[in-house]
């Protein structure tokens, strides 16, 4: 599956779940909270059905690719802990993931969209990779362009939601300094993981 490009608002009650952030996919989820389609009757999923939904929730939230994923999987399975909550923790650590989570974007799409199109820097760096994990003591900023600086001192006004507590920002200087690696619990994602990992593995 590549990027997905079409209405968002129908993926979030096909998911019934708020993975797509802009106002206007938010706004078709709470009005019509039901599937969409003709009757828009939710029918009931089998265990795989389940688990797939799970799986497609992690991927058009963080807007990764099946291929991405797994390789989230396999690194997950590698490391010390639990795999399903290793996975997730990766998943939050992307660049993009984190300069939404700080506040720079008010979506996961804009902040991908402006990591792509360079706007940032990452200890100092331009980066244009979204998905590069970050890691404690890394320091995100924008490039030194007063256009791209004006831009963003406009939209961290604008920013709604909480801004995660592993994640220092700097309003005034717009910069986000990332304090420690975030766990379980930071994950943003409401997801039963275990189905996923489940998923994954057979």
Not at 189 to 194: A, Q, Y
Request: hydrophobic share 35%; aromatic share 8%; with cysteine.
């Amino acid at each position: 599956m590549g990027r997905y490009l079409g209405p968002k608002g129908r993926i979030n009650r096909r998911l019934s779940s708020m993975v797509f952030e802009n106002s206007g996919a938010v706004k078709v989820l709470e009005s019509r909270p039901n599937p969409p389609g003709m009757h828009g009757r939710r029918r009931k999923l089998s265990n795989y059905g389940l688990a797939l939904a799970e799986k497609q929730k992690i991927k058009f939230y963080y807007g990764m690719r099946e291929r991405q994923l797994r390789r989230y999987y396999d690194k997950a399975q590698r490391m010390p802990g639990n795999t399903g909550e290793n996975m997730m923790i990766l998943c939050e650590r992307r660049l993009d993931n984190v300069i939404r989570r700080a506040g720079f974007t008010n979506t996961r799409m804009q902040a991908r969209q402006a990591v792509v199109h360079s706007h940032f820097q990452l200890n100092g760096k331009t980066v244009d990779i979204p998905s590069i994990w970050v890691r404690p003591g890394d320091v995100i900023t924008i490039r030194n362009r007063p256009n791209l600086k004006k831009i963003y001192a406009e939209q961290v006004e604008s920013v709604s939601g909480e801004r995660a507590d592993w994640i220092a920002f700097d309003k005034k200087g717009l910069e986000a300094r990332v304090i420690t690696n975030p766990s379980y619990e930071d994950v943003s994602l409401p997801v039963d993981v275990g189905q996923v990992v489940a998923f994954l593995g057979r």
